[in-house]
């Protein structure tokens, strides 16, 4: 518990936060909008079906067919305009078949729903449990100790534009930086399941860290990139967004 586990796409953190609470450890997934939205998923795939349909199999596989309908729709927009959205759907049908897979009937499937997407602090972090999210949902959020997993998947391979690209680049930004490095202070960053260029190797040395002039916290040197003179200041880019005109051109930005 007080663990962070992040990851691009939903379907890995649900399999894994099933894999906790089955081991007795208190697991929590960030953003109701997925459990809604898997819980809409489910009535639509009854409402075809007849509402007083509670066969799971019959439910997973109506919702398939429904949501391959729906990818089919996105992926013929013009442009690549639907891709990403095509994506969005087929992660949401990959979380409820992951964890319809593990429950033997509709009702211990809602339970199951009910406990992953708990109710959060005003911090947005429940206390005693071990919080999973994809890398949207964590922002803000901080931890010693934060996994990170299928790193492959950033950049996503649906990002194919030029705009998305830069997205999936402040994505991983985000996501190494939910470690909560200090000075003094053990803090571990584990990726877990392939690798991506995107996330350089870094090492919790003293020497590898630079301190944001601002806010004062603390940064790992290899997880960003800089540019300028070795000798200047420091901004974060939380500070940079919050305090646009304090920028110099002898800061770098972290």
Known sequence: PGDLVVCRVNAPLLSTAYGLLKRGVRAVVRGRDLGTGINKMIEAARKELGMDE?????????????????????????????????????????????LGSQCGDLYELQRLLDRLFDEFDDDGKPGNAVVLGTVHRTKGLEGTRVFVL???????????????QEQENNLAYVAVTRAKFEEGKVAELVFVGG???????????????????????EFP???????????????????????????NDDREWI
């Open 54 to 98: 509670k066969d799971l199999g019959l439910i997973l596989g109506k919702a398939s067919e429904i949501t391959n309908k729906l990818v089919a729709k996105y992926m013929a927009l013009p442009n690549g305009k639907g891709e990403m959205r095509a994506a969005s759907a087929q992660d949401k049908l990959d979380c409820l078949l992951e």
């Open 150 to 164: 299928r790193p492959d998947l950033i950049p996503h391979p649906m990002a194919k534009k030029a705009a998305d």
């Open 195 to 217: 690798e991506c260029p995107l996330f350089p190797s870094m090492e919790a040395d003293a020497e590898n860290f630079v301190t944001c002039r601002w806010c004062e916290k």
């Open 221 to 247: 040197r290899a997880s960003v990139e800089l540019d300028g003179p070795e000798d200047s200041e420091y901004t974060c880019m939380s500070c940079k967004a919050e305090e646009p005109a304090q920028a």
